[in-house]
C-alpha cells in the first residue's frame, strides 16, 4: 500500500474528531457514542417495551421473597410477607417503570435540578432553596425516630429504588437520562420528603396577600375587600349547611376609592403581573373533584365514591398504579406519586378515599427589622436583636461542579427574602414539622370512615386536603384534612405582618374539630371541588380566601347529584366528565341580555350581532365538537379584561391581581356599577352592557381572525381547547399536544385553552361486599416513550371511559390470562 | 471474499459493541485494517460493516416487533431534528468510525506488517 501522508492525516484527524464527539460531544452535540450506541443508547429503550415474561431480583434487606404480577393493563400486585417488604417492592417496581420521573420530581423539590439538567436548571432550583423547602426536608427527616414508621418506610422504599438502580443496566436507564448525559444518582429517603414538598408548593404555596395589597394599593381599602373578598360571594360549602341549595350572598361592591398610600408603598414589593398569564382562572386550575353517594342514594344500594385530582398533565403522568398485598395486614390498591412511599388514593377491601386540595391559606409573610439592609446578620423581635441563621447553598452542574452560590437567611418564622427595599420572612406550613408518609399509611389500614379520617389527620399537615371517604358498611364521610395556623386575634392571612412583634406569630393550630368536616349528612352525598370547605355562616374561622377557592364545579356536582336520587357507578363515570356547567348558565344570559340591549338601542355591531347568533344557537355544554363553548371562553376572557381596569396601574397595560368569577357574576348584578366604566375611554362611560356587548364582539373579532368565519368548521372546542400532555422535560417528541376532551371551565372535566391542567386520574368505586371499581389516567404505566405502554390509556381518558380495576386478594386468584409479567424479587443480604 | 470479510466484520464490531461499548468499533475496525492492510479498499469495507452492525442491530430489533421508525421519529421531534436523522446518525457514525480506523490500521499495518 502506498502512503499518503495527506490523506492519512486527513484521516487521522476526522477520526480524532469523531471520537472527540462520540466521547464528549460538541456545543449543543451530547455524546454520540454512548448516544447513539444501539445497545446502550437511546435506541436500547426499544429493548424493555414490554417486560419479560418472568424475571428475577434481588433486593438488600428484604425479609422474604416477594412475588408480583403484572395485569394486563401492566399494574403490578405485590404479594409480600411483611409491610416493610411490600414498600421495598413498591419502590422496585416504580423506579422500574419511571426511575428519571422519581429523580426530576425529587430534584425540583430539593432545588438540585442542575445537577441532571446543568446550568438551565440553576433559577428554577433557586425558588425550592430560597423558600426554605429544601432545608425544611432535611430537618423534617432528621427530627424522625430512626425505628418509626415513616423512617422505617422511607427507608425500605429507598431499598427498593437502589435495588433497581443497582440491578439495571445502561441500556434499562431511561432514555432521558442519556439525551442529558447524566446517569440515574442514589435514591436516599429524604427524597421522598423533597417530593412531599414539591406538592406542597404546588397545592399551597398561595398568595392571597400579594392579591389584597395589590388591590389596596389602587382602589382602596373597602373596595379591595369587596372585590377580594375572605368568603365566597356562592355559598356550596364541603361540609353540608342544609340548605340543600347554593346561596348566593350577593351585594353592591362598593365602588372603587382613592389609592391606600400604606399599599401603595408596598405596591413595588410585589411580584409584577405577568403578561402571559392574562387569564385568571388558570391558577385555579389545580383543582380536583371528589364525592360519595350514601347506600339510600346508590342503584345498588352500596356506598359509592368518585375522586378525580386536575393536576398538570405531564407524560408520564404523575401517577403510577399498584397493588399491595400483605396477607392478614395490607391489601391497598390505587396510586401512588413516584418517589411516594405508598398509595395516595385509592381502595382497600373496606374503605374506598380520594382527595382535593382544600386551598386552605398556611403561608403568611412578615416585614422584618432588620440590622442590615445589604446583609442581615439580625433581626428584631420584642425589642431583642436575635441571630438570623444563614444557610450557603450551592448549586453543582452534572459532574459536581459548583455553578453558583448563595446565601439563605431564616428567622425562627422562616426564610427571609428581599422585596423591593425591605426584608420579609416567610411562615409556611410546608416547612413546618409533619409526618405525611405516616399519615398516609396509617389511614390505609382503617376498616371505617371514621378510623380512616382519625387515622389520616394524625401527622397529616401539608397541602390541607379534602379527604373524601366511603366503607363497605355505608358511611360516607369528609374532612377538610391539615394544619390550620391560629393568628393573633382571630385574623385572617391577607395582611402582611409586623415581624417585630412576637404577638404577630402564630398561635396554634386549630384542633380537629374545629377542621370542616360531615359524615353521613342527611342529604345523602357529600361533594369537594375546590370550593369554601365551610359556610362562614356556620363558622366564621379563616381558613383560606374567596379567590384561592373555585365553586363551579361544586355548583355543577351538586346539581347533577340533587337530580338523581338512585345514583349508578356509572353515572358517577358520566359526570366526571359531564359537558354542562353551572358558570356558563349564570353568565350565558349577561351575553344575550347586554347584545339584545344594544339592538334595541340601535347600537349594536355587527360583531355583536353575529357573536350573538352563534351563542343563540349554544346548549352550554363544552362537548369537543361544540363552537358555542368557543365563543363563550374567549368572551369570558375579554370581560375579565374589560371590567378590572382598575387593578392595572397607571403606565402599565398587565392587571395587578384578579378577583374571582364568583365576584364577576356578583358586580354583573348591579349594571349601573361604576366599575363598568373603562377609565382608560375617558369621553364615555360605559355601563354593564356596553361592556359585555363589547367584550363578546372583540372574542368575535378574535376568533374569525384566528380561526375564520364560526361555519368554516374550525371552531371546534375539542380542537380550538384540546389537552396538552407535556413530557417532563417538554421534549415535543415524547409529549402529546393535542389531545380533544370534552369539558371547560367550571365544568367537573375542567379544560382550558392552555390544555396543560386537568384530570390526572380518574377513580369510581362500589364499597360493596366485593369491591368494584374503574378508573384510568392520561398516559400509561411506563414511563419509557418508546413502549405502547407509555401511553395507551390516553384515548380512553380523552373519551371518558374507565377500565375496571382488578385487585386480586391472593396470588392463587389471579388467573394466568390477567397475568402479563412476573417478578420475583429475592433477599440479598448487603 | 470482500463480501464475507464485510460481514465478518460487521458481526465483529456488532459484538464489540454489544459486549464492550460503541468505542469498540475503531478498535476493531482499526485491527481490521492492520490485518487486511493488502486487501483492497480496507476502508470501505469497514465502513460498510459499520453501518451494517449497527444498522443491522436496529433491524433486528424492528424485525422483533420494536417500533424503531416511531421511536425515532420522537427522538428527531424531541431533538428538534428532521425524523431521518436518528436512524441516519445512527448508522452513519458507526460507519465513520470504522471505516477511519481500518483505512488508518491498514497504513500502519502496511507500515510495519509488511513482509520486507
Known sequence: ?830 | MTVLRTIVLAVLLALGTVLVAWWAVPLVAAAFGAISHATRRPGLSAAVAGLLAWGGYLGIAALGGAPVGVFGARLAASMQLPGWAPITATILFPAVLAGLASYLGARVGGRYLSPT
Do not use: C
Open chain 1, 1 to 830: 500500500m502506498r502512503f499518503r501522508p495527506v490523506a492519512t492525516l486527513f484521516a487521522l484527524v476526522v477520526l480524532a474528531g469523531a471520537l472527540y464527539v462520540g466521547a464528549a460531544g460538541a456545543g449543543p452535540l451530547p455524546a454520540l457514542g454512548a448516544l447513539l450506541d444501539p445497545v446502550s443508547g437511546v435506541w436500547g429503550s426499544l429493548g424493555y417495551i414490554k417486560f419479560a415474561d418472568s424475571a428475577t431480583a434481588p433486593i438488600p434487606n428484604l425479609s422474604a421473597p416477594v412475588d408480583i404480577r403484572y395485569d394486563q393493563r401492566d399494574v403490578p400486585h405485590i404479594f409480600a410477607k411483611s409491610e416493610d417488604d411490600a414498600i421495598r417492592a413498591l419502590g422496585y417496581v416504580v423506579a422500574r417503570d419511571r426511575l428519571f420521573q422519581m429523580e426530576l420530581q425529587a430534584r425540583a423539590g430539593a432545588g438540585t435540578l442542575s445537577e441532571l439538567v446543568g446550568k438551565a436548571g440553576v433559577v428554577a432550583d433557586s425558588e425550592p432553596r430560597h423558600l426554605g423547602m429544601a432545608r425544611a426536608a432535611e430537618r423534617k427527616l432528621a427530627a424522625l425516630n430512626p425505628t418509626s414508621m415513616e423512617s422505617r418506610l422511607l427507608q425500605a422504599y429507598s431499598d427498593g429504588v437502589n435495588a433497581y438502580i443497582d440491578n439495571a443496566t445502561r441500556a434499562e436507564w431511561p432514555v432521558e437520562y442519556k439525551l442529558l448525559g447524566t446517569r440515574p444518582a442514589r435514591w436516599r429517603p429524604v427524597n421522598s420528603l423533597y417530593l412531599y414538598a414539591r406538592m406542597g408548593f404546588t397545592l399551597a404555596h398561595t398568595n392571597g396577600e400579594s392579591e389584597r395589597v395589590a388591590a389596596e394599593a389602587l382602589v382602596g381599602a373597602a373596595a379591595a375587600g369587596a372585590i377580594f373578598p375572605r368568603n365566597s360571594p356562592i355559598q356550596e360549602p364541603i361540609q353540608p349547611n342544609g340548605s340543600g341549595a347554593p346561596r348566593y350572598d350577593f351585594h353592591s361592591i362598593p365602588a372603587p376609592g382613592a389609592a391606600d398610600s400604606a399599599a401603595l408603598a408596598l405596591l413595588p414589593l410585589l411580584p409584577r403581573g405577568n403578561p402571559s398569564r392574562d387569564d385568571a382562572e388558570v391558577s385555579r386550575l389545580f383543582a380536583s373533584n371528589n364525592w360519595a353517594i350514601s347506600p339510600a342514594r346508590s342503584a345498588s344500594g352500596h356506598a359509592l365514591l368518585a375522586g378525580d385530582p386536575h393536576l398538570e398533565l405531564t407524560l408520564p403522568s404523575i401517577w403510577f398504579e399498584a397493588h399491595l398485598v400483605v396477607p392478614g395486614k395490607l391489601d391497598v390498591y390505587g396510586v401512588t406519586i413516584p418517589g411516594a412511599p405508598g398509595i395516595v388514593i385509592g381502595f382497600t377491601r373496606d374503605v374506598a378515599w380520594s382527595l382535593t386540595n382544600t386551598g386552605a391559606d398556611v403561608l403568611d409573610y412578615y416585614r422584618e427589622t432588620v440590622d442590615s439592609q445589604t446583609r442581615p446578620m439580625k433581626y428584631r423581635v420584642d425589642g431583642v436583636w436575635k441571630d438570623v441563621e444563614r444557610r450557603q447553598e450551592r448549586y453543582r452542574g452534572k459532574r459536581g461542579e459548583v455553578l453558583r452560590v448563595d446565601t439563605v437567611g431564616y428567622t425562627h418564622r422562616g426564610p427571609l427574602m428581599r422585596m423591593g427595599t425591605e426584608w420579609v420572612s416567610m411562615r409556611w406550613m410546608v416547612n413546618e414539622p409533619a409526618r405525611e408518609a405516616g399519615a398516609f399509611f396509617n389511614a390505609i389500614h382503617a376498616t371505617t370512615v371514621q378510623e380512616f379520617l382519625d387515622a389520616f389527620a394524625r401527622g397529616y399537615a401539608v397541602p390541607a386536603q379534602n379527604v373524601m371517604v366511603a366503607d363497605r358498611r355505608g358511611n360516607i364521610g369528609i374532612r377538610s384534612t391539615g394544619y390550620y395556623p391560629i393568628r393573633p386575634d382571630g385574623g385572617d392571612g391577607l395582611t402582611i405582618r409586623d415581624g417585630s412583634l412576637s404577638a404577630n406569630d402564630w398561635r396554634g393550630f386549630r384542633p380537629l374539630q374545629q377542621y370542616p368536616q360531615s359524615i353521613n349528612p342527611p342529604q345523602g352525598f357529600l361533594a369537594s371541588a375546590n370550593q369554601q370547605p365551610i359556610d362562614p355562616a356556620v363558622e366564621p374561622g379563616y381558613f383560606g380566601y374567596d379567590s384561592g377557592y373555585e365553586v363551579w364545579r361544586a355548583l355543577q356536582i351538586n346539581r347533577l347529584l340533587r337530580a338523581n336520587a338512585k345514583v349508578s357507578l356509572d353515572d358517577m363515570r358520566r359526570y366526571q366528565t359531564d359537558p354542562g356547567s353551572v358558570r356558563a348558565d349564570a353568565f350565558y344570559p349577561y351575553f344575550r341580555r347586554a347584545v339584545a340591549a344594544l339592538r334595541a338601542n340601535g347600537v349594536a355591531s355587527p360583531s355583536m350581532l353575529s357573536a350573538d347568533s352563534v351563542l343563540a344557537a349554544w346548549d352550554h355544554r363544552y362537548t369537543v365538537t361544540n363552537t358555542g363553548a368557543v365563543l363563550f371562553e374567549a368572551a369570558m376572557q375579554q370581560l375579565v379584561r374589560h371590567t378590572w381596569d382598575e387593578l392595572i396601574p397607571a403606565g402599565d397595560s398587565v392587571r395587578t391581581a384578579t378577583p374571582s368569577t364568583a365576584v364577576l357574576l356578583q358586580l354583573l348584578g348591579d349594571s349601573t356599577s361604576v366599575w363598568w366604566d373603562d377609565r382608560r375611554t375617558s369621553a364615555v362611560s360605559e355601563d354593564r352592557n356596553a361592556v359585555v356587548a363589547r367584550s363578546l364582539a372583540a372574542a368575535f373579532d378574535a376568533l374569525v381572525k384566528r380561526y375564520g368565519a364560526p361555519t368554516a368548521g374550525r371552531w371546534a372546542w375539542g380542537n380550538t381547547a384540546p389537552a396538552q400532555l407535556h413530557h417532563l422535560l417538554r421534549l415535543a417528541g415524547f409529549s402529546e399536544l393535542s389531545v380533544p376532551v370534552q369539558g371547560g371551565r367550571g365544568t367537573l372535566n375542567p379544560s382550558a385553552q392552555n390544555g396543560g391542567f386537568g384530570s390526572s386520574w380518574r377513580m369510581v368505586v362500589e364499597m360493596g361486599d366485593r369491591v368494584r371499581a374503574m378508573g384510568t389516567y392520561p398516559g400509561g404505566q411506563s414511563g419509557n416513550p418508546a413502549s405502547r405502554r407509555y401511553n395507551d390509556r390516553l384515548r380512553l381518558w380523552g373519551e371518558g371511559n374507565l377500565e375496571l380495576l382488578i385487585a386480586p386478594s391472593s396470588l392463587d386468584s389471579i388467573a394466568p390470562a390477567q397475568v402479563s409479567a412476573s417478578l420475583t424479587l429475592s433477599p440479598r443480604k448487603r
